[in-house]
Structures are given as C-alpha cells and as structure tokens.
C-alpha cells in the first residue's frame, strides 16, 4: 500500500508531504491517521526541530474526505472523523517544536499551524456547508486566527478567499510568490534552528497556556512561569547567546 | 404612525430598511424594539433564510438616540436603552439564519452582524464618549471584530476609521463601490440561499459557542457535537449535495 | 544618579520619555520602577488625562536588560523582573486615563498600551528566544492585540515585522512619517481630552472587564454597568455635550 503522505527528515526539519493526489489530498481518515502519527512521532527526538506540512500537485489541498461523511456512512462513521480531525488539530498544538503550513493545504489546517505561509495566488474557503456538513471544527482555529467578519462571511457562505484577505485577516503570516515559497520557509525554519530547541518548545507551551486566560491571570501565570521557562531556557539556550549589542534590539526606527 | 422600518420579503431574503431620517436613523427606543420585533419574528419559519440590515438616508447611520439619555430621561430610562441594546445584540446572535450589515448601519449593528459589506467612502465611529456617555455595550461586539489596538482607538478618541481600515481591522469583510453594494450582498445572500437552512442554523449557533471557550475544550465539544451538527445538516442538506468533486476543493494555488 | 526617563506635564498630558539611551532603553529592573511609578503617580489626579510612552535616541526601544537575565544573576533576579514586568503591564491596564504608545517602544510596551502609533520605517520583534529566554510575558499582551498567525511568527522565530505588518496585524492603529508622529499623537490626545475623564476611565474599566468574558455575558454585563458608567459618565460629561445634531452620526458613507 502506498502511503497518502510522503516524508523526508533534513536537519531537523520533516517535511511532511500530503501526496494522495487520487482524492485531491483530502482529509481522509488514512491521511488524518498518517498526519497524526507523523506529527507526534518523534516529539521527543531532540534532534527534530520544526514540522512543515506541504501537499504535492496542481490543486494542493482538499477538506474531508466526504465519501466517508455520506448518510450510508453512517453516523457512528462521522463521528470518527470528526473525532481524529480534533485530535489532529491537538496534536499541532501539542507539538513542541513549530508547525508550518506550506502552500495552500486544507483551511482547517492552515488555521491550526502555528505559523502558515501561502502563495500569492493561492484561495482558502470552508465550503462544508455547500455539502450539507458545516465546518465546525475548522470553524474553531479559523475563529482564533482570523477577524470575526471574515470567519464567519467564509464559514456561512462558502465563498474563497483571496491571499492577500487571508493575510489582511490573519490566516497566513506571509504571502511570497510560488518561486519564493520555499525560501520563506527555509528562512522561517532557519530562525527557528537557531533558536534552544526547549526554549522554543517551552514558550509555544505558554502561548497556548495563555491566550485562552482573561489577562490578568495570563500575567499572574507570567510572573509564576516567567522565571520558570526562562531558567530551562537559559540552561538550553546558553551557548546560543549572540552578546548583548543584539538583545537590546527589539524594535526601531525613525 | 409611521414605523421606523420598512421590511421587505422575497425569496426567503428578509429585508429591513431603517428609515428614521428624522432621527438620523439612532438606535431609538422605538427603533430598537421595530428591529429587535422583525429580527425575532419568523425566526422558526423555514423559508426565512437572510436577514440583512440596511438603512435609508445620505447619512446612514446613528448612535442611541441621545433625547433619551439625558440627564433628565433619568437612569431607568437609561437602563432600559442599555438593557434593549443588548438584548437587540443578542437577537442578532440567537438569529438562527445570517444577518448581514450593508451600507454604513451604526457601528455597533454592523459589529455585531455575521457579515458586514460597506460602501469604499463608509466611516465609522464610536463616539459616545463626546456626549459624556462611553460606548459600553458597543464596545462589546467591536472588542470581538476588530484588533484590539482599533478598537481602543475608536472608543477612546471618538475618531472615524474610514473603510479600508473597518476593512483591514475586521470590522466589516467586503468593502465596495455603491453600485456594486447590491450585487455583493446578493452574492452573499445567494451563497447561503443555495446551502441547507438547518446546517447554516447549527453551524452559527456551533460558532458562536466555541468562540468563547478554550480551545481544547472547544475541540472536545467539537468531538461531540460535529457528527450531531454534521448529522442533522446531512438530513436537511441531501438535496443540495453537489457531488465530490467540488466537495474536495477547499484551498488552491500555485 | 540621572534617571532613567524624563518627565513633562502639560495641559493633562504626562509625556514619559525613556532616556537611557547607554542599555538601549532596556526594560531595566530601574527602568521598570521607573515607568511604574510614573504611571501610577498621580491615578486619582482629575487633571491628568493622558499619559505617553516615547522615547529617545536613534534606537528607540529594547526588550529586557540582558544583564539581569543572565545565568549569574539567578533565579530569584530573573522571577523579579518577570514579576516586575507583569506589574508594569498591569498598571497600563489599571491607568484610568488612556497610556498611548509613541514611536517604536519596546514591543511588550507597544502591545500593551490602550492605542500605538508608530513611524513607517519602524520595526517590531520579540527575539527573546534568540537569547535563550522565550518572550513569553511580552506574548500576552501580542497575543491579545494581533492576529495569531503573526504574534506566533513574531514569537517563534524571533524575525522583525514591519510598520505596515505591525498596522495590518493589529499591533499599532496608526503609521505615520516621522514628521507627523507629534501631530497624530497629539490629535489623538486632544480627542481625549474634549472628553470627560471620568467616562474615559470607567469606559476602559468596562472594555478590559468585558473583553475576556464571553459575548453573553458581557451583554448582561453591559445591561447592569451600562446605565451605572452611562449614568456617572453623564454627570461628569454633560459639560461637554455639543448638541445631539453631531451625536447621531456614528457611520456615514455613500
């Protein structure tokens, strides 16, 4: 059986590559199965630094399989889907090393990533709703990712939207053209290597710990985790220290 | 007595037209309790689809009507505006079909709308806080549409944003020209028109509950709740099934 | 011993000018003590209204005094300035009169204060990581005012954004040329102060009590306060009541 997804490790990166192009690299429980297993293999290799999930072909991502979501399915059969794509979606967040989404793949997963990145011509939607099936789990990173208006104009009517609207709205954090696409990403990858493998881990750690609190007990939770992570950081992330002269950069201009 | 609105109904599209041009349109009493009336009205009637907003008038669009938050309105009168506000707000919320903002409503309807499509010359303000009442109960919505530092600066300074940074913030998701503001909210109208009535009406009513909890626990629910929505969407949206190919279709580029 | 920051009252504006140009204006245990104490002073002064964050030099803004988060100085220094720095963030929140951010502070800053405005050319990251420590404080207010897929970008590889990206992700509400960063700032103060200063304070009281409930119950929330700060801010605000002509427009366009 030849496997829907296709994966290389480099230097820390895996490369996760969707490549069921049968089904148009759509959600289906072997390639959720496969994800899943891919992404929290490893997740204590300390060799393993970032996850990218690209997908192979013209037409680059797809959402549900929906001849698994048809009324003979049944409904014991939906609930399965739609069980592993929630715990698809946890195990990106659960990954302590970053996940970037490379190129247009499924919205849902796009909005889960921590970091995306799209081509200039590339279009997301959430048609769930054209097939009698409403994008509710897609629904929920896309609601933490992008305004509230443009959320919910995709999840209530189906329509596209353009790359640039999904960096205007939140969804991806770059927009390159196709020949740049894969040295934006080595450039992300490569800020992220030169960075403690624990300090990163630790931080994503605190970032989803966080942003769900109300604001004042996100800072109580600082001034307890604060010196906390940055003392495990500080032990990994000693021999990374690039002298002062830069530390004290964080944002200029005129 | 004249009413305040005008509501039209065709093709499952129910169209409320503000037209209180004497009062600038203001979230009046009698404004508040005709819309609140007209969005509530038909809400279990299964031909009932869109629900859109619009107004009459060169100008638009008005705050609460300040004649009954005066000094000598006194404050039940003032609590019974607040308290209206935010049970109109709400209605919109509870609407199990969408309702859409087009042209420049006040601010706070067009936040707390699903979709929001305006004019390229719309602006927008919040200026409660100039007539020594703070916009509160509008702050509500705006703080989940738009990114927080517009949101502050449109509460506190009083100041208009003009569209393309309504656009950019979130608080609306088209932005058009005035000849093309029909034919976009006809669009919209039609994308849902085509899709499952029940599904559109779980899937909003999905939303609105996971956007607020943690998003694990939004993940859970989505778990339980997906085969259920996902379920009864199928019954109710059968018909519309388009077949698989374009099903898989979901985000492309190059 | 010269102080770190230099202070100007005038006219109800309290400009804060960090000048410790020799650590880059870094976020200093003094200079910590410094702004917080700068910020708290003078809470329950009725002539002030508003206080800015600006500061000197070419460089304008650093993160953490490195010095003070190195392996030497130990755990219980770096849980000081962790904690120090969540107080500093907590008072700009608890500050009745609006803290406006002016140029490119440190990024934490930026992020935190009510309303930001920057220079084209300014930058903005959060390179913690880069020195071990993961910016993990910083990232509560970064994650509160701008979109997910940016704030974890920022986060996560520690690259810079740019002023536009800092405009379109939510960071600032305003970019301007350095030419007219005095003048923006100040129409934004001048809108402050034609307000009244007791419904500026109880307004962003509501908005930061609101903001992190859910929708429902911040409705119910606004239904009780609503007349409470409608009715406070009336008694402090009538003075300042231009006639209801201009208290109408809210939203105007074609």
Same mark, same amino acid.
């Given at each position: ?25 759509? #959600? ?19 060799? #393993? ?8 072909? @013209? ?11 048809? +009324? ?31 190129? @247009? ?16 011509? +590339?279009?997301?939607? =959430? ?9 509710? =789990? @897609?629904?929920? @990173? #896309? ?6 208006? =443009? ?21 991806? +954090? ?21 960075? +403690? ?16 609190? !109300? ?5 109580? #939770?600082?001034?307890? !985790? ?29």
């Amino acid at each position: 059986m030849s496997s829907v997804t296709n994966v290389v490790v480099n230097r820390g990166i895996k490369k996760i590559l969707m490549c069921d192009q049968k089904s148009r690299n759509s #959600l289906s429980l072997a390639m959720m199965r496969n994800l899943l297993e891919h992404i929290k293999e490893g997740r204590e290799n300390q060799d #393993l630094r970032v996850i990218i999930l690209a997908a192979q072909g @013209p037409v680059f991502s797809a959402g549900h399989n929906l001849k698994e979501l048809t +009324s003979e399915a049944g409904r014991t059969k939906h609930e399965e889907v739609f069980r592993l794509a929630s715990e698809l979606m946890s195990s990106i967040i659960d990954s302590p090393v970053p996940v970037i989404a490379q190129r @247009p793949l499924v919205c849902q997963l796009v909005a889960q990533c921590d970091i995306a990145v799209c081509t200039e011509n +590339s279009k997301f939607s =959430t048609p769930g709703a054209n097939f009698g099936i409403f994008c509710s =789990t @897609p629904g929920i @990173p #896309l609601a933490r990712k992008v305004q509230g208006s =443009t959320a919910l104009h995709m999840l209530l009517t189906g329509l596209p939207i353009t790359a640039a609207e999904a960096k205007a709205s939140g969804l991806v +954090s770059k927009v390159c053209t196709a020949d740049d696409l894969e040295g934006e990403v080595q450039k992300i990858s490569d800020a992220i290597l030169s960075k +403690s493998r624990s300090v990163i881990g630790l931080g994503k750690r605190f970032y989803y710990k966080q942003v769900d609190l !109300d604001v004042r007990r996100a800072y109580d #939770l600082g001034g307890e !985790d604060g010196g906390e992570s940055g003392h495990e950081g500080r032990q990994g992330g000693n021999q990374e220290l690039r002298g002062e002269k830069e530390a004290g950069l964080v944002a200029r201009g005129q």
